[in-house]
């Protein structure tokens, strides 16, 4: 069983930058990061596979966060920039056993396991 621990995350100005690191319990493939706002679907963020570092990023994020893996240290991290208000949400880590076509990296459903989620408040 693989755990996924969340680092910290806090509260945040516009215009900031978080970083939030994924310390997985043993060896990782594809990982991700998804978000969550209380009353709506938990959403896709970013996602890497192991191996060839491909990656996926969701529209509302991209240029801005730069998801990146450190696989001796079983290690996923996000790097939040320019943060907007609208970033608010509890931010999940999330992995499979399988490396996923990138096209697949989106989808909820391919991760077997799951973070307990860490709150990123972007806020002045």
């Known amino acids: 069983q693989v755990q996924l621990v969340e680092s910290a995350g806090g509260l945040v100005q516009p215009g900031g930058s978080l970083r939030l690191s994924c310390q997985a319990s043993?060896?990782?493939?594809?990982m991700a990061w998804f978000r969550q706002v209380v009353g709506k679907e938990r959403e896709f963020v970013a996602a890497?596979?192991?191996?060839?570092?491909?990656?996926n990023y969701a529209d509302a994020v991209k240029g801005r966060f730069r998801i990146s893996r450190d696989d001796p240290k079983n290690q996923v991290h996000l790097q939040m920039n320019s943060l907007k208000p609208d970033d608010t949400a509890v931010y999940y880590c999330?992995?499979?056993?399988?490396?996923?076509?990138?096209?697949?990296?989106?989808?909820?459903?391919?991760?077997?396991?799951w973070g307990q989620g860490t709150q990123v408040t972007v806020s002045s």
């Open positions: 043993g060896r990782a493939n594809t």
């Open positions: 999330a992995e499979t056993t399988s490396n996923w076509i990138v096209s697949a990296m989106p989808r909820k459903e391919v991760y077997e396991f």
């Open positions: 890497i596979r192991r191996g060839d570092r491909a990656t």
